[in-house]
C-alpha cells in the first residue's frame, strides 16, 4: 500500500460530489446511493493501473452507470427508478460555510414536494434521456463529458437533454408543478 | 428528432456561429412552436436541477476509508504466500482475480466491498490480524491526535463526546459501523457489527466476559465484546487502561 491508492484518491476525490449526484439518480430501488459511490470508487480503484488518463468525471460516471445497471440487472429491477426524497433530503442547497440558511419553512415544504414530483417526473422519461438530464442537468457534466461516460455522440446528448427537458416540463405542467417559466 | 430540433438544441448548447444564432433568434420572434420548445428546454433544465443535492458528510472519508483498506488487503494479498489450495492464482493474483471474478460474472453484479475485501484478502486474515479487525486498527491509526491546543475534557467526570459522523465499512465479509469518541485527551474508534470481531492469533481472552478478547495492533488497545452486537474498542492507550476506557463510552 502506499502511493498509488493516495494518488488515486488524489485524483478521483475532487469529484465526489458529481458521482453523488450520479449514484442517487442512478441507484434503484432498495440501492443505497452511498454504496454506490464507494462500490464505484473501489471498481475504479481496481482499474486506476489501467487507467489511461482522460476526464476522470467521465470515466467515473461510466463506472458509476455500470454498476447501477449491473446491480439492477441482477435484482431485476428497473434502474432508473428514482427514489423519492425525504424530506431533509429535498432541503435547498447547504451553502458553501456549511450553515443552515434561513430558508421559510413553506419554501423548503415547496421546494420538497417540488423535487419529489420532478423526481417522479423524470422516472417516467425513457431511459436514454434520463441518463442524458441526469448528467448534464442534475450533476453538471458537459455534453462532451456525458458523451464519452455514456459512449455516444455528443450531437445525441444534446438531442436526448433537449427531448427528455421538453417532455419532464409537459410532464410537471400536466401535474401543475412549475419550474422557470419564462 | 427532426433538423429543426436538432437545430434547436444546438441553439441551446450555444453550438451555432454568431450568424445561424441571429436567424434564430429572429425565428424564434415569430415561430410559436419553436418558442415553446425553448421554454420547455429551459423550465426541464431548472426542475432537474432542483434534485442537485450535496454529498453528505463523512462520504469522503468512508470511500477514501473503504480505497484505503482495499489497497491495505491488495498489499497484503501481494506479500502473502499462496496457499497450496490457490496455488493456480501464484504469480498475478491481481489479473487473475480479475480473471476470475469476470469468468463467474460476479464483478459485473456491482461487487461489494464484502466480496472486494474477501477476495482481495485471499481469505480473512491479514498476516495474524483478521480483515475486520485490521480494518478497525488502521482505521483508528488514520486518526489525527488532538492538538494541544484542543479543549481537553476532564478525564475523571467529562462524558464522551462524538467526533466527526459514524463511517459504514465491510471488511472480511463484515459490515462495521465505526464512530470516533474523544474522552479527554484521548480518542477512541467503537466498532459495531452484526458479527462477531474474530480474535487475533496474540489476543487474550478475558475472564468472565464470556467471548471478550483484548489485544494490542501497534501502539493501539484493543478491547472487543461479542455477543448478538459485537463491539470492538480500539485507542492508542496501555492495554490494562483500555477496559476502564471502554467503560466510558456508550456501549450496548
Given at each position: 500500500m502506499g502511493a498509488d491508492h493516495r494518488a488515486f484518491l488524489d485524483a478521483t476525490i475532487p469529484y465526489l460530489d458529481v458521482v453523488w449526484q450520479v449514484a442517487r439518480q442512478a441507484a434503484g430501488e432498495g440501492q443505497d446511493p452511498e454504496d454506490l459511490v464507494q462500490e464505484t470508487y473501489l471498481r475504479a480503484y481496481a482499474g486506476f493501473g489501467s487507467y489511461r488518463g482522460g476526464n476522470p468525471r467521465a470515466w467515473l460516471a461510466a463506472i458509476c452507470l455500470n454498476v447501477a445497471r449491473s446491480q439492477a440487472r441482477r435484482r431485476r429491477r428497473r434502474p432508473w427508478e428514482v427514489p423519492s426524497p425525504a424530506l431533509p433530503d429535498v432541503l435547498p442547497w447547504s451553502r458553501a460555510d456549511g450553515g443552515q440558511g434561513t430558508a421559510d419553512v413553506a419554501d423548503v415544504v415547496i421546494a420538497g414536494l417540488a423535487a419529489e414530483e420532478v423526481a417522479r417526473c423524470l422516472a417516467l422519461l425513457p431511459e436514454p434521456q434520463r441518463e442524458c438530464i441526469m448528467l448534464v442537468d442534475v450533476a453538471?457534466?458537459?455534453?462532451?463529458?456525458?458523451?464519452?461516460?455514456?459512449?455516444?455522440?455528443?450531437?445525441?446528448?444534446?438531442?436526448?437533454?433537449?427531448r427528455g427537458r421538453r417532455r419532464l416540463a409537459q410532464l410537471l405542467a400536466e401535474a401543475g408543478v412549475s419550474h422557470g417559466q419564462p | 428528432m427532426d433538423s429543426h430540433d436538432r437545430l434547436l438544441a444546438a441553439f441551446l448548447a450555444g453550438d451555432l456561429d454568431p450568424a445561424e444564432a441571429r436567424r434564430c433568434d429572429e425565428h424564434l420572434l415569430e415561430c410559436e412552436p419553436c418558442w415553446r420548445a425553448v421554454r420547455e428546454d429551459r423550465a426541464g433544465r431548472q426542475a432537474a436541477q432542483v434534485l442537485r443535492q450535496p454529498a453528505p458528510p463523512g462520504l469522503a472519508d468512508r470511500v477514501a476509508f473503504a480505497v484505503e483498506v482495499a489497497a491495505t488487503a491488495r498489499t497484503a494479498a501481494q506479500r502473502q504466500p499462496c496457499p497450496p489450495a490457490r496455488s493456480r492464482w501464484r504469480g498475478r493474483p491481481g489479473r487473475r482475480l480479475h480473471r476470475r471474478l469476470a469468468g463467474a460474472g460476479m464483478l459485473a453484479v456491482g461487487v461489494a466491498v464484502t466480496l472486494t475485501m474477501t477476495l482481495l484478502l485471499g481469505g480473512h486474515q491479514t498476516g495474524s490480524v483478521p480483515a475486520a479487525v485490521a480494518a478497525v486498527a488502521r482505521y483508528a491509526q488514520a486518526i489525527p491526535p488532538p492538538g494541544r491546543d484542543q479543549q481537553s475534557y476532564p478525564a475523571g467526570r467529562g462524558a464522551p463526546v462524538e467526533v466527526g459522523r459514524p463511517v459504514t465499512v465491510t471488511a472480511g465479509g463484515q459490515p462495521i459501523v465505526l464512530r470516533t469518541w474523544r474522552l479527554g485527551r484521548t480518542e477512541a474508534v467503537v466498532a459495531v457489527s452484526d458479527h462477531p470481531f474474530p480474535m487475533p492469533a496474540d489476543a487474550q481472552g478475558v475472564p468472565g466476559r464470556g467471548m471478550a478478547w483484548t489485544a494490542q495492533v501497534g501502539t493501539l488497545a484493543l478491547y472487543c465484546v461479542n455477543g448478538s452486537t459485537s463491539e470492538l474498542v480500539a485507542a492508542p492507550v496501555p492495554a490494562a487502561e483500555l477496559a476502564a476506557l471502554a467503560a466510558r463510552l456508550p456501549l450496548a
Open positions: 453538471g457534466y458537459t455534453a462532451r463529458e456525458a458523451a464519452e461516460a455514456l459512449g455516444c455522440p455528443r450531437g445525441t446528448v444534446l438531442a436526448r437533454v433537449h | -
